[in-house]
Nanobody
Framework: QVQLVESGGGLVQAGGSLRLSCAASGRTFSRYAVGWFRQAPGKEREFVAAISKSGGSTYYADSVKGRFTIFRDNAKNTVYLQMNNLKPEDTAVYYC?????????????????WGQGTQVTVSS
């Protein structure tokens, strides 16, 4: 089992940057693929980015490609989401999720473990 804690959210102006962190408990974090999802008020939770357990493969939603980067440091049990050139439409609660195994998923229903979320607000 793994527990996830997100941090790094906040208020930023359009065009600015934030780095989110997803810290995991346990010594086997390197066995888990990790995804970032977000949910804006009144909207469905949507996929943002995902990374394989080794960090060798990454996946992005079209809406964030070229602006967001997902990476991980397994020695620190942490996955990061670097968000650049933020837009007001990026405003949402951001969640990280983990699933043990070799496959990296982009659907929320495939993930077993979730953090509590961190709020990102981008002002225009």
């Amino acid at each position: 089992q793994v527990q996830l804690v997100e941090s790094g959210g906040g208020l930023v102006q359009a065009g600015g940057s934030l780095r989110l962190s997803c810290a995991a408990s346990g010594r086997t974090f390197s066995r888990y693929a990790v995804g970032w999802f977000r949910q804006a008020p009144g909207k469905e939770r949507e996929f943002v980015a995902a990374i394989s357990k080794s960090g060798g493969s990454t996946y992005y939603a079209d809406s964030v490609k070229g602006r967001f980067t997902i990476f991980r440091d397994n020695a620190k049990n942490t996955v990061y989401l670097q968000m650049n050139n933020l837009k007001p439409e990026d405003t949402a609660v951001y969640y990280c999720a983990a699933r043990e195994g070799a496959v990296t998923y982009t659907y929320a229903t495939h993930y077993n473990y979730w953090g509590q979320g961190t709020q990102v607000t981008v002002s225009s």
